[in-house]
């Protein structure tokens, strides 16, 4: 079956201005989550979704950044006034459950690459 | 703070060697523990998960777990220039759903 999937693969965008970022995950998949990973690091959780519910948002950066899902389904990242510091590769990740007495595999997209000049 | 500490490399390995990748994490409570393969400009990719202390064996990879001394490695054996990527260790810790502390990586480089 189809894995995740992110659009757009690449952004460009200008300081100050706002981008939204889409996750399709894999069918059937409840729990998904966003990372972000800049150059040459790790990668830094930002938000987890079971369902439509967002029980932990500990790790978005700041009020600028926000996440919505609907349907269970697709989920998009929004950045308001873009910074050159929010430049990073963006990936999500879903799995069948959330937690279920032992891990669920997480799943990642290719991801968005976004640049802010 | 919760962390999981890696050698970032590079690690560089002859063709055929035997690989040795090595994660430490912080909270004793955690169960669960991945290593991702991440090629460059690509996003990572689950190689193997392991719950319980000792050895799992999935083809060339071995993952050895130890939570007395909370660490976890992952043994490439029969190195091949295609395993040269970045290795990502993934700590689930205690007390959460399945949200994932990553390590920065290790840079591996399998030379002909």
């Known amino acids: 079956g189809a894995g995740v999937s992110q659009s757009p693969s690449n952004k460009v965008t200008e300081k100050g201005k706002d981008v939204e970022l889409r996750c399709d995950p894999i069918s059937g998949h409840t729990a998904l989550y966003w990372y972000r990973q800049s150059l040459g690091q790790g990668l830094e959780f930002l938000i987890y979704?079971?369902?439509?519910?967002?029980?932990?948002k500990s790790g978005l950066p700041s009020d600028r950044f926000s996440a919505e899902r609907t349907g269970g389904s697709v989920s998009t990242l929004t950045i308001q006034r873009t910074q050159q510091e929010d430049s990073a590769v963006y990936l999500c990740?879903?799995?069948?459950?959330?937690?279920?007495?032992?891990?669920?595999?997480?799943?990642f997209g290719p991801g968005t690459r976004l640049l802010v000049l | 703070q919760k962390e999981v500490e890696q050698n970032s490399g590079p690690l560089s390995v002859p063709e055929g060697a035997i690989a040795s990748l090595n994660c430490t994490y912080s909270d004793r409570g955690s169960q669960s523990f991945f290593w991702y393969r991440q090629y460059s400009g690509k996003s990572p990719e689950l190689i193997m998960f392991?719950?319980?202390?000792g050895d799992k064996e999935d083809g060339r990879f071995t993952a050895q777990l130890n939570k007395a001394s909370q660490y976890v490695s992952l043994l490439i054996r029969d190195s091949q220039p295609s395993d040269s990527a970045t290795y990502l260790c993934?700590?689930?810790?205690?007390?959460?759903?399945?949200?994932?502390?990553f390590g920065a990586g290790t840079r591996l480089a399998v030379h002909p």
């Open positions: 979704f079971q369902g439509n519910s967002a029980p932990d």
């Open positions: 993934a700590v689930a810790f205690s007390g959460g759903y399945n949200k994932l502390i």
């Open positions: 392991i719950y319980s202390n």
């Open positions: 990740a879903s799995s069948l459950v959330a937690y279920s007495g032992e891990q669920e595999t997480q799943y």
